[in-house]
């Protein structure tokens, strides 16, 4: 399995900004997927956006226009850049890789074997 280990979390005001950073054991290369999730308190794992190491992207509708996936394979590094962030973006997000090959709108929770160790991502209103 690949070790992952999420930074970057905090506490931001509503409207405002935060870089997640996922630094992996394996070459970028080697791992298919790469995912963000994100759980609420009393919610269902949702996943936030994904990364195929083809370079597809796919985001929640929630966050489409604000939040952005992002890669530096020299690094072994996934970012997701999170803007105009809302109350409702508070959670603990998740960085995951999967080792199955999908369609980037395809995977699912089943398909990431491997998960960080999560960061808090707090947003006042």
């Known amino acids: 399995q690949v070790q992952l280990v999420e930074s970057g979390g905090g506490l931001v005001q509503a409207g405002g900004s935060l870089r997640l950073s996922c630094a992996a054991s394996?070459?970028?290369?080697?791992?298919?997927?790469m995912g963000w999730y994100r759980q609420a308190p009393g919610k269902q794992r949702e996943l936030v956006a994904a990364?195929?190491?083809?370079?597809?992207?796919n985001y929640a509708d929630s966050v489409k226009g604000r939040f952005t996936i992002s890669r530096d394979n020299a690094k072994r590094t996934v970012y997701l850049q999170m803007n105009s962030l809302k109350p409702e973006d508070t959670a603990v997000y998740y960085c995951a890789a999967g080792s199955t090959i999908r369609r980037i709108t395809d995977y699912a929770l089943r398909d990431f074997g491997s998960w960080g160790q999560g960061t808090q991502v707090t947003v006042s209103s």
């Open positions: 990364m195929t190491s083809g370079g597809s992207k």
């Open positions: 394996a070459s970028m290369f080697s791992i298919p997927v």
